[in-house]
């Protein structure tokens, strides 16, 4: 147990011997995601306190309860370790360690609540949370634009780079983020309070592409899909961050007077590519106050897939609506709209699929007028 006695200039003094004992260094600094591995007497490591890339610079000294990055040259006891990765004061710092919550946890103080955009059915944020949110949506997209497996993902999938730009895009390289928000200075607990950070520091989002559902100009939540195809039976594909699903683009697509309602991220990705008004329902269950988002729309054109399950939910969401709902039929070599993104004449097809639903004859030649599509 810490001892405290009293301190001449008041208070308590803290045993700093008995708060070593009971808070080795290495088991501190593995709790914010570092991972360590014997060289010769230390524990080396990447440090969490600059972008430390090449070769890991954070050395742990288990012998003397100690550490040191010999890149950014700081160093100290396990409580300064925790005072620079939470900035925290000295007192704040123990505080933390004698309560068994140091690691990325959520700061002690107060955060003012950020209004919420109008438009926005999720959950209140708070400012720490934009803040955290606003920089890891762009630090994801920066990663992006600069890794060539994701790039590549998405030409295979037909998506532009003009695209990926519009919807700000991005990719969770997997190791990263947390030394991003240190050097951003920002609250690694309203990281750990979005989910963007497991409590072991780990992300989330790792080896994902990642798209933020935007409102009023702020990215206000993240899925991401992982660009492996072998993944694990117990892996899924898509990841979405904690809180309540939103309709995914329903912030840029409410102003207008009609909207496509697609399943999935790449099908709203490719009929947003095409310039229409379109949300994403991120599967085939729609809860009620999103049917109510739906029924603002003086015609909701509903192009799930085709299979059993988009055949269902097409009619249960018809049903739902009422009479402003279209069911739109595709071709029945088509699944859905993504695979339309690779055709020449995929926005065609698409365009005849919309004209055919609401009983419009599609014109003879291979072009056709798309309702509602957006510049």
Not at 5 to 13: D, E, F, L
Not at 224 to 253: F, N, S
Not at 301 to 308: E, F, N, Q, R, S
Request: glycine share 10%; net charge neutral.
């Amino acid at each position: 147990m810490v001892r405290a006695v009293a301190s001449p200039i008041g208070g308590n003094r803290v045993d700093t011997e008995a708060l070593k004992l009971a808070n080795p260094i290495e088991e501190v600094v593995a709790r914010y995601g570092v991972e360590l591995k014997r060289q010769g007497r230390a524990m080396v490591g990447r440090c969490i306190f600059h972008a430390d890339g090449g070769r890991p610079n954070l050395h742990i000294y288990a012998d003397s309860d100690s550490w040191r990055c010999y890149r950014c040259g700081i160093g100290g006891d396990v409580v300064a370790f925790v005072m620079h990765a939470e900035d925290v004061s000295f007192r704040d710092a123990v505080d933390r360690l004698t309560s068994g919550r140091s690691g990325p946890v959520r700061p002690m103080r107060r955060s003012t609540q950020a209004p919420r955009p109008s438009s926005s059915k999720l959950e209140g944020r708070t400012a720490d949370e934009l803040a955290v949110l606003q920089a890891a949506t762009s630090f994801y997209h920066s990663n992006l634009l600069a890794d060539r497996r994701a790039l590549e993902y998405l030409a295979q999938r037909g998506i532009s780079l003009a695209t990926a730009r519009h919807c700000r895009l991005g990719y969770a390289a997997g190791d990263q983020l947390l030394a991003f928000l240190h050097w951003q200075r920002l609250p690694l607990g309203a990281a750990l309070q979005l989910g963007l950070l497991t409590r072991a520091g780990h992300e989330f989002m790792a080896g994902r592409l990642v798209i933020p559902e935007v409102c009023a100009g702020r990215p206000m939540w993240l899925i991401g899909r992982a660009l492996a195809e072998d993944l694990a039976d117990d892996v899924p594909k898509y990841l979405g961050l904690p809180g309540t699903k939103p309709l995914l683009g329903w912030d840029q697509a409410r102003g207008t007077a009609t909207v496509c309602a697609v399943e999935g991220v790449f099908d709203f990705l490719t009929v947003r590519q095409w310039g229409y008004p379109v949300v994403g329902l991120l599967g085939t269950n729609v809860r009620p106050d999103q049917v109510e988002q739906l029924r603002a729309f003086s015609r909701a054109y509903l192009v799930l897939d085709t299979d059993d399950a988009g055949v269902e939910g097409t009619l249960n969401l018809q049903e739902a609506i009422g009479a402003t709902a279209v069911p739109v039929a595709l071709p029945q070599d088509v699944k859905d709209p993504a695979e339309l993104a690779l055709r020449p004449d995929g926005q065609a097809v698409f365009a005849e699929a919309l004209l055919r639903a609401v009983g419009t004859p599609a014109p003879a030649e291979s072009s056709y007028t798309a309702p509602e599509a957006g510049p």
